[in-house]
């Protein structure tokens, strides 16, 4: 198996760097969570939600989950997939593929030359957005989609919780990681961040400035220069497709809303679903077509009714009502909105992990 990745080595990625508990299950029965464990990640216990009048809901995570950095969790998974044989080629950005006898010619750039690969089957795992010739091709023009940023902190004091603060036009969070870091990232329109600096830094400032939750926190705190990171547009309202010319897995398939905090752990179970079929395919097992209307079937079995209700929280939470009234009943009665949180899993992480 060939990976091709545009970057030249596994550094940060604008991401909130919280692992669900359905994250490392899927983890484990991949065969991967001990070397992503040996990482240290931070034990999360609790989520606390704040609307942007200040109503505040906490629920416990019944089954713990934990903060960890991309850089460390992307590192872990690519050394086991080298470790059991993937060859991995950093610095390859692919530009298109075309279909041709029964197999794929993939045209990729690496420094700055143009080179062919030729393979039999291929998988798209480029995230949420690549490229017209790549899938997800639907993408929002740069106006229109969303920015997240995200940053490291030193001395940030935080007990083992995430939290989320909802602002107009975006939330913001925070979640200690692995090293006694902690981990900043917000999602927002463009619009919301009109006005404030133009800078990713003068933006946290900003919004330090604006929330009192997240002004506290950081007052003392010292920011990890190298991990500030912003990244645009995030199109979260893709239509989902996860065979698109060919089978596309994670963020590439659908984007789900990042305030669920299961993007990873979705990523990770449509390789779950897929490498099987992919497996079958190349021992002759299956046609094209019906690994094609397999992992169609299975992948919306899974992700259909998780991304719809995760869309709509998205929707009613960034709403100042909405936001409210979903905060202050979930402030009254936490089991609601800790069942609320467990709906928004995608079906099938059954297995307990075997650390937390
Ligand atoms: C602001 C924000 C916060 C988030 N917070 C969380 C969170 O706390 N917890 C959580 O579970 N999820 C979170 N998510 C979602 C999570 O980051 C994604 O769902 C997850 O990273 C999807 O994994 P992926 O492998 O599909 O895509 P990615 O992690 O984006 O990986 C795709 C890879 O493909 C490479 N690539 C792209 N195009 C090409 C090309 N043409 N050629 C070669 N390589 C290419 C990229 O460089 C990248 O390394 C967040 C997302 C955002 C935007």
């Given at each position: 198996m060939l990976v091709l990745e545009q970057r030249a080595n596994l550094g940060h990625k604008v991401c909130g760097e919280f692992i669900s508990w359905e994250a490392q299950s899927t983890l484990q029965r991949l065969g991967l969570l001990a070397g992503v464990h040996a990482a240290r990640p931070a034990s999360l216990a609790r989520a606390v939600l704040t609307s942007r009048s200040g109503v505040a809901a906490g629920f416990d995570l019944a089954r713990g989950s934990w903060g960890l950095s991309r850089k460390s969790l992307d590192t872990a998974i690519a050394d086991a997939a080298q470790a059991a044989g993937a060859e991995l080629s950093m610095g390859v950005r692919v530009q298109r593929f075309d279909q041709v006898n029964g197999g794929y010619t993939i045209e990729a750039r690496s420094n700055g030359r143009i080179i062919e690969i030729r393979c039999r089957a291929l998988i798209a795992a480029c995230g949420r957005s690549s490229s017209s010739?790549?899938?997800?091709?639907?993408?929002?023009a740069p106006e229109s989609g969303l920015v997240g940023i995200k940053r490291h902190y030193k001395n940030v004091s935080m007990p083992p919780q995430v939290e989320l603060y909802f602002f107009e036009g975006g939330y913001i969070g925070l979640a200690p990681i692995e090293g006694g870091i902690v981990n900043l990232c917000l999602l927002a329109s463009r619009k919301a961040l009109e006005?404030?600096?133009?800078d990713p830094a003068g933006l946290i400032e900003a919004l330090a400035g604006r929330i009192p939750g997240i002004g506290n926190r950081l007052a003392g705190g010292e920011p990890i220069e190298a991990s500030l990171l912003a990244a645009a547009p995030v199109d979260l309202w893709r239509k989902a497709d996860p065979w698109d010319s060919v089978a596309c897995v994670g963020d590439a398939a659908a984007m789900i809303p990042p305030l669920a905090g299961d993007g990873i752990a979705a990523a990770l179970r449509s390789v779950e679903l897929c490498a099987p079929l992919a497996h079958a395919y190349l021992s002759g097992d299956l046609t094209l077509e019906r690994w094609r209307q397999a992992y169609r079937s299975r992948w919306h079995a899974s992700f259909d009714r998780p991304l719809a209700l995760t869309r709509r929280l998205e929707t009613w939470l960034g709403s100042a009502v909405g936001s409210n009234l979903l905060l202050g009943v979930g402030s009254i009665l936490p089991p609601v909105a800790r069942r609320l949180a467990g709906m928004t899993r995608s079906r099938a992480n059954s297995a307990p992990p075997f650390m937390t």
């Amino acid at each position: 198996m060939l990976v091709l990745e545009q970057r030249a080595n596994l550094g940060h990625k604008v991401c909130g760097e919280f692992i669900s508990w359905e994250a490392q299950s899927t983890l484990q029965r991949l065969g991967l969570l001990a070397g992503v464990h040996a990482a240290r990640p931070a034990s999360l216990a609790r989520a606390v939600l704040t609307s942007r009048s200040g109503v505040a809901a906490g629920f416990d995570l019944a089954r713990g989950s934990w903060g960890l950095s991309r850089k460390s969790l992307d590192t872990a998974i690519a050394d086991a997939a080298q470790a059991a044989g993937a060859e991995l080629s950093m610095g390859v950005r692919v530009q298109r593929f075309d279909q041709v006898n029964g197999g794929y010619t993939i045209e990729a750039r690496s420094n700055g030359r143009i080179i062919e690969i030729r393979c039999r089957a291929l998988i798209a795992a480029c995230g949420r957005s690549s490229s017209s010739e790549l899938p997800p091709r639907s993408q929002a023009a740069p106006e229109s989609g969303l920015v997240g940023i995200k940053r490291h902190y030193k001395n940030v004091s935080m007990p083992p919780q995430v939290e989320l603060y909802f602002f107009e036009g975006g939330y913001i969070g925070l979640a200690p990681i692995e090293g006694g870091i902690v981990n900043l990232c917000l999602l927002a329109s463009r619009k919301a961040l009109e006005g404030a600096e133009k800078d990713p830094a003068g933006l946290i400032e900003a919004l330090a400035g604006r929330i009192p939750g997240i002004g506290n926190r950081l007052a003392g705190g010292e920011p990890i220069e190298a991990s500030l990171l912003a990244a645009a547009p995030v199109d979260l309202w893709r239509k989902a497709d996860p065979w698109d010319s060919v089978a596309c897995v994670g963020d590439a398939a659908a984007m789900i809303p990042p305030l669920a905090g299961d993007g990873i752990a979705a990523a990770l179970r449509s390789v779950e679903l897929c490498a099987p079929l992919a497996h079958a395919y190349l021992s002759g097992d299956l046609t094209l077509e019906r690994w094609r209307q397999a992992y169609r079937s299975r992948w919306h079995a899974s992700f259909d009714r998780p991304l719809a209700l995760t869309r709509r929280l998205e929707t009613w939470l960034g709403s100042a009502v909405g936001s409210n009234l979903l905060l202050g009943v979930g402030s009254i009665l936490p089991p609601v909105a800790r069942r609320l949180a467990g709906m928004t899993r995608s079906r099938a992480n059954s297995a307990p992990p075997f650390m937390t």
